[in-house]
């Protein structure tokens, strides 16, 4: 299919789901937009505290919005947006929560602050957001796309998180490496395309790498990583028909034949070496030679090395992106993310002010300029099907090797926006520990088990006799086991569905 061909899929598809998924206006929900004029006053303007955690190229690209929102709308109405970076989300969420409880020497609470939903719904309890229905009609809320919007719609109807940006997971490649395996080997990218085949041509791409130096045993390279665990977790389950999060009954359900096989991917793969990880991102082990593939957000393409070092020297790569693999008879889902943001209750200036902020900022040429900057996706329809989609796409492709790979993953993730299922766990209060936990258990599980099949490596013993010793049935009881401790420690209902 075309690129312009693609397109026009794309926004047909995106148009056809929005008339049919499109909220129906709820009666008595919808409250007017109070009038600029009667809280708003270009000559005593309301300040605005905005907290985010974007950084490098993003913070820059906000600053930028924040600096132009202030010299036109900003000053023609009668407000000013001051941008602050709080660090990584898990410092933002802290400093959040922190100021919403009065915490002891924390700060104000913002005007605006970036959210996940399960951020949104602890400080919703505390009584202190706006519920954006006040100051979005239906008409406006509508422009959105109904997937993005909905993240942000809970219990009652209560609209509490705005998107501003998404992304997905793709998988990537340093296409130099690969195709020299695939010469050799005969491996296809249709083989990743199921996480069993990319943890066999992991295997296989251990074995040809180790076959390279025949005097030196089980010196093979890891060929893939995870940058999401928790990530894989969710969308394995998904794809295999089941929800793990279950935020009508507020529990976390623990389809034990469907977490043996995630457990199997992952664990046993981090065990021989097929799979490894190092560090915070896989995309720096690309640039060590460490890995040559790895799953990852659409927005980490910016990130993706143009070069690597090997030999002491520096050798320019090549940059390949696929879709998000699929387990074997699974259905096509890949993970729909992204922070949006929230507004705190304050007084009827300082949230106008935030929400026409976040207006402009939604809108086609600002949204799309931020957006495209490293991978995210915008969050109108319209965006899909405007002028500065296509100029944004020429611009990149036209720019640095980092901007051309930025530019050639959306080419996938727009395709696997259009032509596959998204999904976002619906959180409940405390859900959200969940990721923490599955990142800490499992990983745990991955170390212990490679820390074995090493010693057992050093013996001499083969392939077959190491993963026979490793005994994955016990593991994979006494990793569950472990999962439903942490569970209760943090007081998170769960139940489990056991092997028929």
Not at 114 to 143: G, R, V
Not at 214 to 222: M, N, Q, R, T, V
Not at 406 to 418: D, F, P, S, T
Not at 481 to 494: F, I, P
């Amino acid at each position: 299919m075309s690129r312009n061909n693609f397109l026009s899929y794309l926004i047909v598809l995106i148009l056809f789901l929005t008339a049919c998924t499109s909220p129906t206006p709820v009666p008595g929900k919808q409250t007017a937009t109070p009038a600029n004029d009667a809280v708003l006053n270009p000559k005593e303007p309301v300040q605005v505290v905005l907290w985010h955690y974007y950084v490098s190229e993003n913070q820059q690209m906000l600053e930028d919005a924040v600096r132009q929102f202030n010299q036109s709308i900003g000053a023609e109405q009668g407000i000013i947006i001051e941008s602050i970076a709080k660090g990584s989300i898990a410092e933002l969420e802290t400093a959040v929560s922190n100021s919403a409880k009065g915490v002891i020497n924390s700060e104000p609470m913002p005007d605006i602050f970036s959210s996940y939903p399960d951020k949104a719904i602890e400080i919703d309890a505390l009584n202190m957001l706006t519920d954006l229905n006040q100051y979005f009609t239906e008409q406006e809320k509508q422009e959105y796309i109904p997937s993005f919007l909905s993240d942000g719609v809970f219990q009652n109807n209560r609209f509490l998180i705005l998107p501003i940006v998404k992304s997905t997971e793709l998988l990537y490649l340093n296409a130099s490496a690969w195709k020299q395996f695939a010469a050799a080997t005969g491996a296809k990218p249709e083989d990743l395309a199921t996480w069993e085949g990319l943890l066999e041509t992991s295997r296989q791409y251990y074995m040809w790498t180790d076959a390279q130096t025949p005097d030196i045993l089980w010196d093979g390279k890891s060929m893939a990583g995870l940058d999401s665990i928790p990530n894989f977790v969710l969308v394995g389950n998904k794809q295999l028909d089941a929800d793990m999060v279950d935020a009508d009954h507020k529990e976390i359900i623990l389809n034990l034949p469907i977490l043996r096989k995630i457990f199997d991917i992952y664990v046993g793969g981090m065990a021989m070496e097929y799979f490894n990880a190092s560090g915070k991102f896989r995309s720096d082990n690309i640039k060590s030679g460490e890995l040559i593939a790895y799953t990852g957000s659409s927005s980490s393409a910016a990130y993706f090395p143009i070069w690597i070092e090997q030999n002491n020297s520096r050798q320019d790569i090549d940059f390949m992106a696929l879709p998000y693999p699929t387990f074997a008879g699974g259905a096509s889902y890949a993970i729909q993310q992204g922070a949006g943001m929230c507004i705190a209750k304050s007084t009827p200036a300082k949230e106008l002010g935030a929400a026409l902020f976040l207006k402009w900022f939604t809108a086609q040429a600002q949204n799309v300029n931020f957006a495209m900057s490293s991978g995210y996706l915008p969050v109108k329809t319209a965006a899909y099907n405007d002028q500065y989609l296509q100029e944004a796409l020429n611009k990149l492709r036209q720019g640095s090797a980092g901007q051309k790979n930025v530019a050639a993953v959306y080419n996938i993730a727009l395709e696997q926006i259009a032509t596959r299922h998204t999904y976002a766990a619906k959180p409940f209060a405390g859900s959200y520990k969940l990721r923490f936990i599955l990142q800490s258990t499992l990983s745990e599980a991955a170390e212990a088990a490679k820390k074995e099949a090493l010693s057992m490596k050093s013996k001499g013993l083969g392939e077959t006799e190491i993963v026979s010793a490793l005994d994955m049935d016990t593991r994979f009881q006494n990793w569950i086991r472990t999962l439903q401790n942490k569970l209760d420690n943090e007081g998170v209902a769960h139940r489990s569905v056991p092997v028929q």
